[in-house]
Structure formats: C-alpha cells, structure tokens
C-alpha cells in the first residue's frame, strides 16, 4: 500500500469507528459483556493507541532515528503484519499498561470522540507530507510486535481500529457475531 492507500484506510477507519460510537446511548457505551472491555473502554483504548502514534509522526525524522534506530529489513505487507499481530493475539497477547483503559462514564464520550478526531486528523495529515521512503526507513516500538517500520505502524493503526470496531458490534449484537471478513 502506498502512503494514499494507508491515508484512505486509516481515515475510513476511523471516522467508521468514531460514528459507532458517536451513536451510542449511555447504556450502549458502558454495555459490559462477559467481562471485556464496555464500548467506552474500547474508544479510550484507541485513543492511548493511536496519541503515541501521532506524537512519534510529529518528531523530526532525525530524533525517531536517534530514539528507536532505523530500519534494518524491509516493510512486511498490510497481510503479513494483521497475520503476526492475529498470531499475537491467539497466544494470549493482550493490550498492558497504559493501553488498559480504566473505567468510562458515558460523560467522558465526547472528550474521547474530540481526542480520536483530532488525532485522526494529526496522523493522516502527516501521512500525506511524509516521503514514502521514510515510511519503510524508519521505525518505532509496538509493545505486542516489536520494532515496525512506519508504514506497518500505520498499517496496524488502520487495522487495530477496525478490530475493535467488530469488538464493539459484537457487545452491541451478540447474536449477529461480526468476524473480519464482514468488514
């Protein structure tokens, strides 16, 4: 995928995920099911994912490559890396320290919905600026996957949203079962 392809799937995403949940009432957004995560934790987990994302993308180029180095092998594909972090996450790897969202009240939705757009905007406006070489030349931490390459750290950003998508349907209409393949 090229930097407009990620850009396209990360926005879409996004703004998909943000509607979900703009159109939850109070007792959709703290909905609990089998002990997961409510919808609110789910967009407050995005929001501690995605803020670090846009943060490192706002560095000059030459501090992430004095913090986190810079990449020694090439991009994997947007399917490689969905199959290592799927991978990951059936031998039990989960979201640890400050990605645990704490409990949400329905009161804090809207601050979150701002936060999840205002760093949307941040990451896909960067995305366009940024030569697509840097993409693959650059790298930066994932606490599950290791060292990514920019390019698969958008790649999981616009797929980690998705996933969480399905989560939050799935809580909402748990007889329906949305698997990947719907979306």
């Known amino acids: 995928m090229n ?8 926005l879409q995403n996004h703004l ?18 089998d002990n997961k995560w409510t919808p609110g934790q789910q967009a407050e987990h995005i929001c501690k994912s995605i803020a670090p994302v846009a943060l490192a993308l706002r560095l000059p180029k030459f501090l992430l490559q004095l913090i986190f180095g810079k990449a020694n092998r090439t991009s994997k594909s947007f399917e490689s890396l969905i199959e290592k972090y799927k ?7 989960v979201a640890t320290g400050k990605f ?7 009161s804090q939705k809207n601050n979150i919905i701002n936060t999840l757009k205002k760093e ?16 693959d030349e650059y790298v930066l ?29 799935n809580i909402l209409n748990p007889s ?8």
């Open 3 to 10: 930097r407009e392809q990620i850009h396209y799937l990360l």
């Open 120 to 135: 949307t905007s941040t990451i896909c406006g960067i995305i366009l600026k940024t030569k697509e070489t840097c993409l």
């Open 100 to 106: 645990v969202p704490k409990e949400i009240s329905y």
């Open 176 to 183: 329906q079962k949305y698997n990947h393949e719907d979306f």
């Open 16 to 33: 998909d995920f943000i509607q979900l949940i703009e159109n939850l009432n109070e007792d959709e957004f703290i909905q609990l099911q």
């Open 87 to 93: 991978s990951k996450l059936q031998l039990g790897g």
């Open 141 to 169: 931490p994932h606490p599950l996957l290791g060292k990514l390459t920019l390019r698969e750290m958008l790649y999981f950003t616009a797929y980690h949203v998705q996933h969480h998508t399905l989560l939050v349907k």
